[in-house]
């Protein structure tokens, strides 16, 4: 199993960048998709998840308006839209699968992202 | 949203001495709480899901109790690698994560 995110950066205050996360070792469309980020030295935040058709997702309130989450199944892929970014969104962005004991079993390197002007 | 507090933030122990951390919630999680272990530079490493079960790998010296507003994650016997920080997690009601228990190696 590989989860691998890319797309981060450095962005000023109220751009966006689109996130990706490319799966393999697995059969993509069994499995439910997490984005979860870490601020520099703090704890893990739950931002978004997708089921495993992209017909169910939920947003955490500190993201809900500005961050778009999708799946695309052919290309084994995960995205996230971000816009109207702010500082306290720089952070490693990692994308996780939801296992099956439902918790996240496999997560990604990380992809940073530094809101700055 | 339902609040996960860990205590202790810090923990300072030796290697073999036994570790115990807790995380309480706002409100009941049920036995929908997961434990993961995160060292400098890597990815968290999930240990116990469902308050008591073992993920598949991890040794027989971590364990994890507890359910409705309390939990506890046990080390047994710490070895060296396993000085790192712990959360805990809940998907009960939407998704949230404790500030994380950073043991030590005293």
């Known amino acids: 199993v590989q989860l691998v995110e890319s797309g981060g950066g450095l962005v000023k205050p109220g751009g966006s960048l689109r996130l990706s996360c490319d799966a393999s070792?697995?059969?993509?469309?069994?499995?439910?998709l997490s984005w979860i980020r870490q601020a520099p030295g703090k704890g893990l935040e739950w931002l978004s998840s997708?089921?495993?058709?992209?017909?169910?997702?939920d947003y955490a309130d500190s993201v809900r308006g500005r961050f778009s989450i999708s799946r695309d199944n052919a290309k084994k892929s995960l995205h996230l839209q971000m816009n109207s970014l702010r500082a306290d969104d720089t952070a490693l962005y990692y994308c996780?699968?939801?296992?099956?004991?439902?918790?996240?079993?496999?997560w990604g390197h990380g992809t940073l992202v530094t809101v700055s002007s | 949203e339902i609040v996960l507090t860990q205590s202790p933030a810090t923990l300072s122990l030796s290697p073999g001495e036994r570790a115990t951390l807790s995380c309480r919630a706002s409100q009941s999680v049920s036995s929908y709480l997961a434990w993961y272990q995160q060292k400098p530079g890597q990815a968290p490493r999930l240990l116990i899901y469902?308050?008591?079960f073992r993920a598949t790998g991890i040794p027989a010296r971590f364990s994890g109790s507890g359910s409705g507003t309390h939990f506890t994650l046990t080390i047994s016997s710490l070895e060296p690698e396993d000085f790192a920080v712990y959360y805990c997690h809940q998907r009960s009601n939407r998704e949230t994560f404790g500030q994380g228990t950073r043991l030590e190696m005293k």
């Open positions: 996780a699968r939801l296992g099956p004991p439902d918790y996240y079993d496999y």
């Open positions: 469902d308050a008591s």
């Open positions: 997708i089921s495993k058709s992209g017909t169910t997702i």
């Open positions: 070792g697995f059969i993509f469309t069994d499995y439910s």
